[in-house]
């Protein structure tokens, strides 16, 4: 999806990653993290930052379908033998890390992101980032970070992971719509293991991914 350099602290923290490290499933990339271990800061929502009971409310349609066109990235087709199962029948998506519909995907979910206002960055591994930046609205000094995953095992179930990320983004945006930007939302990169194991979010916390050891 591109290279951006990130200036969003202190929530990125982030690896360093050759992008041939990326050239073939059958290499892995070796993690280089020099930054102290993510902390998240606490959210506290009080007095002015708490929204009134009844006053946020989700867009179920919006939702669903961005759910349903999340899923159309890579939708598994009769003809894709691992798809058949038997019997012809569409079944899964196939969405692994770094694929085109994976890059493709990501596009387009930064792209819900930015029409609701948010600015988006793309750190080193490719973990996708939405946040809310100064310009209006109430912005809490500590805000949560939501979201999951969207790339997908071969004929992974489309909700995996794609849930979490399409509710984190209209959680943000719903939010937003009734001037509270207190959610930003993260799209971790390969945690289905095309690479290497949860390597979006073990770059991302300061995991070392062979010793699963916070640095």
């Known amino acids: 999806p591109g290279r951006e350099s990130l200036s969003h602290p202190p929530r990125l923290l982030l690896g360093s990653f050759s992008p041939a490290s990326f050239a073939s499933p059958n290499t892995s990339p070796t993690p280089h993290i020099q930054l102290p271990p993510y902390t998240p800061p606490p959210l506290v929502l009080r007095g002015s930052n708490m929204p ?6 989700i867009n179920p349609s919006r939702l669903l379908n961005d759910l349903h066109k999340l899923r159309s990235f890579g939708a598994a087709a009769p003809y894709v033998k691992e798809a058949k199962g038997g019997d012809g029948v569409r079944k899964g998506v196939v969405r692994p890390a770094l694929t085109s519909e994976d890059i493709e995907a990501r596009k387009w979910l930064l792209s819900r992101c930015r029409e609701a206002g948010m600015e988006t960055k793309i750190d080193c591994v490719g973990n996708t980032i939405a946040y809310f ?20 095992q ?5 909700l995996d992971g794609a849930l979490g990320v399409v509710y984190a983004i209209e959680a943000a945006r719903s939010l937003g719509e009734i001037g509270i930007r207190g959610i930003d939302v993260i799209n971790f990169s390969d945690e289905e293991g095309r690479f290497g194991s949860l390597v979006g979010s073990h770059s991302f916390c300061g995991v070392d991914g062979d010793q699963n050891e916070m640095f």
Request: aromatic share 4%.
């Open 154 to 158: 071969p004929t992974g179930g489309w």
């Open 133 to 152: 930046e100064n310009g209006g609205g109430n912005i809490p000094k500590s805000r949560l970070l939501c979201g999951s995953h969207s790339d997908t």
């Open 52 to 57: 009134r009971p009844g006053t946020v409310k």
